[in-house]
């Protein structure tokens, strides 16, 4: 990453309200479960029941009405397939500026009453 892309990305993780650090998976709604998650070639292990095309014709994990992954153990609220994850969801990291702007964007719209939006 050349250096002003790294400060970029810097600056926007610093916007955000939560410090990396404070942010746990056992302490959150698995918000990054309700991602569009599109897989790879590498993916073959997914199983095929909770995969399906998006409409620009591009596998991704399925979801349910309330735009959770259908791999999701609804109980637990965390992966039912977690060996078998998709390769995007393994880089997904716990605490980065993606988790921290997935559970801001939640946040914000439970605090709203907004309707989540599906990503
Ligand atoms: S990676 Fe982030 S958004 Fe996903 S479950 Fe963990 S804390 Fe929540
Ligand atoms: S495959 Fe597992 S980790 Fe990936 S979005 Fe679905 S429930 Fe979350």
């Given at each position: 990453m050349n250096a002003s892309l790294q400060k970029s990305a810097e600056t926007r993780a610093e916007a955000l309200?939560?410090?990396?650090?404070?942010?746990?998976c056992s302490r959150c709604?698995?918000?990054?479960?309700?991602l569009t998650v599109v897989l790879f070639?590498?993916?073959?292990?997914?199983?095929?029941?909770l995969v399906t095309r998006n409409p620009q014709g591009l596998e991704v994990m399925a979801r349910n009405e309330d735009g959770w992954?259908?791999?999701?153990?609804?109980?637990?609220?965390?992966?039912?397939i977690y060996e078998q994850r998709p390769a995007i969801c393994r880089k997904f990291?716990?605490?980065g500026p993606g988790c921290r702007d997935a559970r801001k964007t939640y946040r914000e719209q439970r605090e709203n009453g907004i309707p989540l939006t599906l990503y």
């Amino acid at each position: 990453m050349n250096a002003s892309l790294q400060k970029s990305a810097e600056t926007r993780a610093e916007a955000l309200p939560e410090k990396r650090s404070e942010v746990s998976c056992s302490r959150c709604d698995a918000v990054c479960c309700r991602l569009t998650v599109v897989l790879f070639p590498e993916d073959s292990s997914v199983p095929r029941h909770l995969v399906t095309r998006n409409p620009q014709g591009l596998e991704v994990m399925a979801r349910n009405e309330d735009g959770w992954c259908l791999g999701i153990d609804p109980l637990r609220m965390c992966c039912s397939i977690y060996e078998q994850r998709p390769a995007i969801c393994r880089k997904f990291a716990m605490g980065g500026p993606g988790c921290r702007d997935a559970r801001k964007t939640y946040r914000e719209q439970r605090e709203n009453g907004i309707p989540l939006t599906l990503y």
